[in-house]
């Protein structure tokens, strides 16, 4: 069973976050209401997940994300979950830039829906990285000046977003309706047009992700 300690200063969302989560099958080992409580729990007794608040006391302002990334320089194997109330890419990017395996960022309007958290969770725990899906819409919004981006087709920079939500080829093909096989050929074409040499696939799939993410 997968382990999670949840940190949110919010005392009914972390109660009803723990509530869900325990529904769906997880073991909520630890709730913190702040950075402090989260740190001690997490050494005292190191879960598989760990789902923070981005905003955490006593400013308010960035102590969730700070802790998230500390705790993965410490333990690289902590899958971590972090959540925000707004959408602000620039916090997706700076989680996820250095190494997106087995990490998310997701919009709380998003866990409200009990099969969301759940399926983050799980992806997170298994070492996939999660991205609202929003923030994605965001990103592929932003003015950009020159990039490989641009040598994508309109289909590509939709499969391309949906890959940097960290969803799988067979996942991406249930979201469009496509066959596998089509996805596959544009997933071969976007590693083709940003130029990545051949490697396992999921180190080349992390690349690309991480191409979409480059900050201007």
């Known amino acids: 069973m997968t382990r999670v300690v949840l940190a949110d200063d919010a005392v009914l ?7 869900g989560l325990a529904t769906a099958g997880f073991e909520v080992i630890g709730q913190a209401g702040d950075v402090d409580g989260l740190l001690r729990l997490v050494e005292a007794d190191l879960p598989d997940v760990v789902v923070v608040d981005v905003r ?3 400013t308010h302002t960035t102590e969730g994300l700070e802790a998230a ?4 320089s410490r333990h690289p194997r902590l899958g971590v979950l972090v959540l925000s109330q707004y959408v602000e890419t620039r916090y997706a990017v700076e989680l996820i830039r250095d190494d997106p395996s087995g990490i998310g960022y997701l919009l709380k309007d998003r866990v409200a ?5 759940a399926d983050a969770v799980r992806r997170v725990a298994a070492g996939g990285s999660v991205i609202d899906p929003e923030v994605v819409a965001r990103l592929l919004g932003r003015p950009r000046r020159h990039s490989p981006l641009d040598e994508l087709t309109p289909r590509e920079r939709e499969i391309l977003g949906l890959m940097a939500e960290g969803r799988s080829n067979q996942g991406i093909a249930d979201r469009l309706v496509l066959e596998l096989k089509t996805i596959e050929g ?3 074409q976007i590693f083709s047009k940003l130029d990545l040499e051949p490697s396992s696939e999921d ?3 992390v690349l690309a992700v991480l191409t979409f993410l480059k900050p201007e």
């Open 13 to 19: 969302l972390r109660e009803a976050l723990a509530a």
């Open 56 to 58: 955490m006391p006593p």
């Open 69 to 72: 990334r500390a705790l993965r």
């Open 113 to 117: 829906k009990l099969d969301d958290l």
């Open 186 to 188: 544009h997933v071969r």
């Open 203 to 205: 180190h080349r799939r």
